[in-house]
């Protein structure tokens, strides 16, 4: 039981190029998310999904698309890196009837040049 | 906008001794009050929580205190341990939502040996 993985562990990007940024998780969750952590403002929510098919948008969507085709998988795709979007990013999931219970990945670390 | 106030943001205890770190909100729609340890270079993993109705919540060396009226809560870390410095958040979610959790800014912890 892997919990929830994320890939890549660190990436470099030029301003303007695209990436996406891959969570799955193994735990048969119906809900999944994607944070940022930026120092000083703790976790705030970028997108959200309750189900395979389902997405919603959270507290700093903006530059950021999401998909959920399959319960398992969850990637996040930054369309036009910018210098803002340099942050760690953290995929969670949780049991729909849990949802205080968030467990996270090990985190993707984003700098955009 | 920042809905659960975190303080302090940095925090340094001897070991034995116990640490304090305290959590605001506003919004009354909030039902859940889970906490966070993060460890560097890790994701983070939930420590404890506690619902609105209860007032105290202890689990080994952690527990929470919950003032209602007061619309705060706090974790006590009683005789800390060099193991415990770690970065603290609390959260809060919204009665009946699916859009997760509200992090504070966190606390990071450093318990000197």
């Known amino acids: 039981n892997a919990g929830v993985t994320q890939t890549p562990k660190f990436q470099v990007l030029k301003t303007g190029q695209s990436m996406t940024l891959q969570c799955a998780q193994d735990m048969n969750h119906e809900y999944m998310s994607w944070y940022r952590q930026d120092p000083g403002m703790g976790l705030r929510l970028i997108h959200y999904?309750?189900?395979?098919?389902?997405?919603d948008q959270g507290e700093v969507p903006n530059g950021y698309n999401v998909s959920r085709s399959t319960t398992e998988d969850f990637p996040l795709r930054l369309l036009s890196a910018a210098p803002s979007q340099t942050s760690v990013y953290f995929c969670?999931?949780?049991?729909?009837?849990?949802?205080?219970?968030?467990?996270f990945g090990p985190g993707t670390r984003l700098l955009v040049l | 906008q920042q809905q659960v106030k975190q303080s302090p943001q940095s925090l340094i205890v001897q070991k034995g001794g116990i640490s304090i770190i305290n959590c605001a909100y506003e919004n009354t729609a909030f039902d859940y009050f889970p906490w966070y340890q993060q460890f560097p270079g890790k994701g983070p993993a939930l420590l404890i929580a506690?619902?609105?109705?209860?007032s105290e919540k202890k689990e080994g060396r952690f527990t929470i205190s919950f003032n209602k009226s007061a619309k705060q809560f706090s974790l006590h870390i009683m005789d800390s341990q060099p193991g415990d410095s770690a970065t603290y958040f609390c959260?809060?979610?919204?009665?009946?939502?699916?859009?997760?959790?509200?992090f504070g800014s966190g606390t990071q912890l450093t318990v000197l040996p």
């Open positions: 506690i619902r609105p109705d209860v």
């Open positions: 969670a999931s949780s049991p729909p009837r849990e949802v205080w219970t968030q467990y």
């Open positions: 959260a809060a979610r919204v009665s009946g939502s699916a859009r997760q959790l509200t």
């Open positions: 999904s309750v189900g395979a098919g389902i997405t």
